[in-house]
């Protein structure tokens, strides 16, 4: 006996429930198309919550001495999302948690003309300024500072209060679908027609979209595969960026958010710090850059070992023996360009129903969305009447994935 199934419709159907597929809800929500976006697991659980929260606009890339395109593109974002934070930008981030409203750069003493040169330059004025030890943040004051201290126009936001805040309003349209729980239905030509979703108590059901966004980061390689079609070789290749990030629970009173500049001086600083609450008080210290690149090639106690040393001598005043260290994998990832480079600007390409999507960096996002927005004007996508709302008709069967917990508060 064939199973009967009911048919759901929308306009668009997102795939992802991180920063960037939330990030789209959110907007394409404000211009009136119907929406639904599905996620395997927890919300923001991939990347999302694995990023440090650092909005920053694009100084970082250029450390060589050199504006690059990457450094460019990037340069207005900052300001772009102190507006939503203002509830005057794309998407209205008011009460969403700040967690430093600056961030800084510091260089050690003997590269300290070289930059100061650099930084001087027309190009960056405005971007950064060279601080007094008066000006130091609270967990530089008073300390033995060599070489010079920065502050730049990034800032840095608590990842789940962020992803609370895309979520809050529009949370009956998000839902929890497995990935074994979807198929996807071409016509004979190979043209993707529709979605058909399996519920736990195996009800299936129909779904069809105008279009079907695919912003499930690392994902997006396997939806590709799923529902490309006769369009699957013809769509973008992925790369990933593989991290071994660390972190530690310490004891320091003040809280640290800053890029060290490393003896080599290159685009990627030796380390980038940010502190996040611990939920006791507390702080978990949260470590990226050059450490996480190279660590790849060592095991998590090499990593976390490593990460000890690095921090002993670059911080001689804080005490790290009493400090709780963990240490994960995970891929950045993006689309894979010719030369194999980091893509300077997000990500977008369209291929019948289908747009795949990478924002490629946190603080990218809002540049994903005006990428996606115009794309869909430029296709003519316009909301349709669909009667019965699509969240509506799927909530019977399927449940609110949750927002995943950072990785320092999982852990035993």
């Known amino acids: 006996m064939q199973q009967t199934r009911s048919t759901v419709t929308t306009d668009i159907v997102i795939f992802g429930g991180g920063i960037a597929g939330l990030w789209l809800l959110n907007r394409l929500q404000q211009q009136g198309l119907d929406v639904i976006l599905l996620e395997s697991a927890g919300l923001g659980g991939g990347q999302s919550l694995a990023s440090q929260g650092i909005i920053h606009g694009g100084l970082k890339y250029a450390l060589n001495g050199v504006l690059s395109p990457a450094s460019s593109a990037i340069a207005?974002?900052?300001?772009?999302?102190?507006?939503?934070?203002?509830?005057?930008?794309?998407?209205?981030?008011?009460?969403?948690?700040?967690?430093?409203?600056?961030?800084?750069?510091?260089?050690?003493?003997?590269?300290?003309?070289?930059?100061?040169?650099?930084l001087g330059s027309k190009a960056l004025r405005g971007r950064i300024d060279a601080l007094t030890?008066?000006?130091?943040?609270?967990f530089f004051r008073n300390q033995p500072l060599e070489g010079a201290l920065y502050q730049l126009t990034d800032f840095v936001l608590d990842t789940p209060s962020l992803l609370g805040h895309l979520v809050a309003p529009h949370r009956a349209r998000i839902f929890q679908v497995p990935a074994q729980a979807v198929t996807a239905a071409h016509s004979e030509s190979g043209a993707l027609q529709h979605l058909v979703l399996t519920s736990a108590l195996g009800e299936l059901l129909t779904l069809q979209a105008q279009r079907y966004i695919l912003a499930?980061?690392?994902?997006?390689?396997?939806?590709?595969?799923?529902?490309?079609?006769?369009?699957?070789?013809?769509?973008?290749?992925?790369?990933?960026?593989?991290?071994?990030?660390?972190?530690?629970?310490?004891?320091?009173?003040?809280?640290?958010?800053?890029?060290?500049?490393?003896?080599?001086?290159?685009?990627?600083?030796?380390?980038?710090?940010?502190?996040?609450?611990?939920?006791?008080?507390?702080?978990v210290w949260y470590l990226g850059g050059e450490i996480a690149e190279s660590g790849m090639q060592r095991s998590p106690q090499e990593q976390q070992a490593e990460a000890a040393r690095q921090l002993a001598a670059t911080f001689p005043w804080v005490d790290f023996s009493g400090a709780r260290w963990g240490s994960f994998f995970i891929n950045r990832a993006e689309p894979r360009l010719s030369n194999l480079q980091r893509p300077d600007t997000a990500y977008l390409e369209a291929s019948g129903p289908l747009l795949v999507t990478w924002p490629t960096k946190l603080t990218l996002t809002p540049d994903l969305g005006?990428?996606?927005?115009?794309?869909?004007?430029?296709?003519?996508?316009?909301?349709?009447?669909?009667?019965?709302?699509?969240?509506?008709?799927?909530?019977?069967?399927?449940?609110?994935?949750?927002?995943?917990?950072?990785?320092?508060?999982?852990?035993p």
């Open 76 to 118: 207005g974002m900052p300001e772009r999302w102190r507006r939503c934070l203002q509830g005057e930008g794309d998407v209205d981030l008011r009460g969403c948690q700040v967690l430093a409203p600056h961030y800084f750069m510091w260089s050690g003493g003997g590269y300290r003309s070289r930059l100061k040169s650099f």
């Open 216 to 283: 499930a980061g690392e994902g997006n390689a396997d939806l590709i595969t799923l529902l490309g079609g006769a369009e699957r070789d013809s769509l973008p290749a992925m790369q990933t960026r593989p991290l071994h990030m660390v972190y530690l629970q310490v004891t320091a009173p003040d809280p640290a958010f800053v890029h060290c500049i490393g003896d080599s001086f290159g685009m990627t600083p030796r380390l980038t710090i940010t502190s996040h609450p611990d939920g006791a008080g507390g702080w």
């Open 370 to 411: 005006d990428s996606v927005c115009a794309e869909l004007a430029r296709q003519g996508i316009s909301p349709l009447a669909h009667g019965h709302p699509a969240g509506a008709a799927l909530a019977p069967h399927f449940p609110y994935p949750g927002i995943a917990t950072p990785r320092w508060e999982a852990a």
């Open 133 to 138: 030890p008066a000006q130091y943040p609270a």
